[in-house]
T-cell receptor, first 114, second 111 residues
Framework: DAGVTQSPTHLIKTRGQQVTLRCSPK?????VSWYQQALGQGPQFIFQ???????QRGNFPDRFSGHQFPNYSSELNVNALLLGDSALYLC?????????????FGSGTRLTVV | DAKTTQPPSMDCAEGRAANLPCNHS???????VYWYRQIHSQGPQYIIH???NNETNEMASLIITEDRKSSTLILPHATLRDTAVYYC????????????FGTGTRLLVSP
């Protein structure tokens, strides 16, 4: 049973560039959430997608956008990259109708902005 | 902001029980207590959750006080692989919820 798959695992970008990160949820899950984790800190919620719509959003600027596809996979896009966007980006999936929320996380994408 | 307070770090000898405390004095009646852990360079991993009764699974036990203002995660026989940051999170259990992580407790299990 495949868990959450994220790609790429590592990425180096230059300030001002744009980046797209990808996530495939655990088999059977239909909801995808994205988190940003700066070094030494806990993950911070970016946004959550269900039925291809953004359901809730954390305190992140509009430079951060996302998408969910009909197969439940998701992308996180970040425009106009800043040095402060350097972080581990985590994707978590869950099943909306399960009645008991349990998130399964991927291993993340390490983004370095130089 | 996180609704929980945890000690920043704890040590435990291998084979002994690790008891990780968490304060959540503002928890509401419909919020559950969740525990996740994050091993270095990996994503967080779900451990256990509960509402008001004590819970046990293959990984750990969760003890919630009667007033629900605090809880303790117990790893009965800690191993070196249990070295990780442990996060206590309070959250409702239905709908579209988000995990609000605090700084967690860094547990170091030593030989």
């Amino acid at each position: 049973d495949a868990g959450v798959t994220q790609s790429p695992t590592h990425l180096i970008k230059t300030r001002g560039q744009q980046v797209t990160l990808r996530c495939s949820p655990k088999s059977g899950h239909d909801t995808v959430s994205w988190y940003q984790q700066a070094l030494g800190q806990g993950p911070q919620f970016i946004f959550q997608y269900y039925e291809e719509e953004e359901r809730q959003r954390g305190n992140f600027p509009d430079r951060f956008s996302g998408h969910q596809f009909p197969n439940y996979s998701s992308e996180l896009n970040v425009n106009a990259l800043l040095l402060g966007d350097s972080a581990l980006y985590l994707c978590a999936s869950s099943l909306a109708s399960s009645g008991q929320i349990q998130y399964t996380f991927g291993s993340g994408t390490r983004l370095t902005v130089v | 902001d996180a609704k929980t307070t945890q000690p920043p770090s704890m040590d435990c000898a291998e084979g002994r029980a690790a008891n990780l405390p968490c304060n959540h004095s503002t928890i509401s009646g419909n919020e559950y207590v969740y525990w996740y852990r994050q091993i270095h360079s990996q994503g967080p991993q779900y451990i256990i959750h509960g509402l008001k009764n004590n819970e046990t699974n293959e990984m750990a036990s969760l003890i919630i006080t009667e007033d629900r203002k605090s809880s303790t995660l117990i790893l009965p026989h800690a191993t070196l692989r249990d070295t990780a940051v442990y996060y206590c999170i309070v959250m409702m259990n239905t709908g579209f919820q988000k995990l609000v992580f605090g700084t967690g407790t860094r547990l170091l299990v030593s030989p």
